[in-house]
């Protein structure tokens, strides 16, 4: 299966110290990139709708760690794999990438600084506790409870079975599902409140790459409700992840068609959704 025997949920405690010691040239590049974003918004070409700036949706960070098709492939199943077991073992990678990149940031989530569980677009999400109710937690609060599910979850023999005679549970899918949901969640929040520091420490193209390898598990097994991705939408169709627009980008080398396409695209629904974490 894969599990990582030597990840512990304490050892991000340990990335929180480097941020301490940015090197002052990346801080030049942050006032840059800052100051660039902000010009833009003040010439009105911004692209955001809700009036918060998008600094993910910059042309400078945009990159990412590998080239458009390659995470399709990278999340087909293969013939002769069990489709549970391919889940599990994609699951627990976005686990851990995820778990890294808020790590590194997570000193800077604080429940006076995240107040609230955001996402872009003013969303806001409320923490479902076991017995149902909903209840509204600060970011790292939301995301302590996110991650300790999650570690406990992938780590329960009955549900991520890693001994040959053991066998997934008839609900592993819709586990699965929760799992994902609630990383996206927590992706959502990076993008919308810590997309700074996260360009600060030159992570974005590894969180663009993880938002990206999630996006491409979620389009090819239908596990999160489409109403909750819509909130970053924008950057799926930024960073070419969305079905047919994928396509236009990686088979038309024609920019201005391939500009055009894009636009299409780009078609926003400004519903308003309630994903939290209910499963
Ligand atoms: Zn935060």
């Not at 030049?28 to 600094?55: H, M, P, Q, Y």
């Not at 991520?160 to 819709?174: D, L, R």
């Not at 596990?223 to 960073?239: G, M, N, Q, Y």
Request: hydrophobic share 35%; charged share 30%; glycine share 4%.
């Amino acid at each position: 299966m894969g599990k990582d025997p030597s990840f512990t949920f304490d050892s991000l405690e340990n990335k929180l110290a480097k941020l301490d010691r940015l090197p002052d040239y990346l801080r030049d590049t942050v006032d840059w990139f800052i100051g660039k974003a902000r010009r833009k918004e003040k010439e009105g070409t911004d692209s955001s709708s809700s009036g918060d700036s998008k600094l993910y949706l910059e042309a400078t960070v945009l990159e990412r760690k590998l080239p458009e098709m390659d995470m399709r492939i990278l999340v087909d199943l293969p013939a002769g794999l069990d489709y549970n077991e391919w889940l599990a073992s994609h699951t627990m990678a976005l686990f851990d990438h995820v778990n890294l990149v808020y790590g590194t940031v997570s000193e800077f989530c604080t429940a006076s600084i995240c107040p609230d569980m955001t996402g872009p677009g003013q969303k806001t999400y409320l923490w479902f506790d076991e017995k149902g109710k909903k209840t509204k937690v600060a970011a790292p609060q939301y995301i302590d409870y996110v991650m300790t599910f999650i570690q406990k979850t992938i780590s329960d023999e009955n549900i991520f079975p890693t001994k040959y005679a053991n066998e997934f549970p008839s609900s592993f899918e819709s586990i699965v599902r929760k799992i994902v949901r609630l990383l996206f969640h927590v992706v959502a929040h990076l993008y919308a409140a810590h997309f700074k520091e996260v360009v600060m420490l030159g992570l974005h193209s590894h969180l663009n790459l993880t938002f990206a390898h999630l996006t491409a598990l979620h389009h090819r097994f239908s596990l999160i409700d489409p109403k909750e991705t819509e909130i970053l939408k924008d950057l799926e169709v930024a960073l070419h992840l969305s079905g047919e627009c994928a396509e236009a980008a990686a088979n038309n080398n024609d920019k201005l068609e391939d500009t055009e396409k894009s636009d299409e695209c780009r078609t926003q629904s400004t519903e308003d959704t309630s994903g939290d974490n209910k499963s």
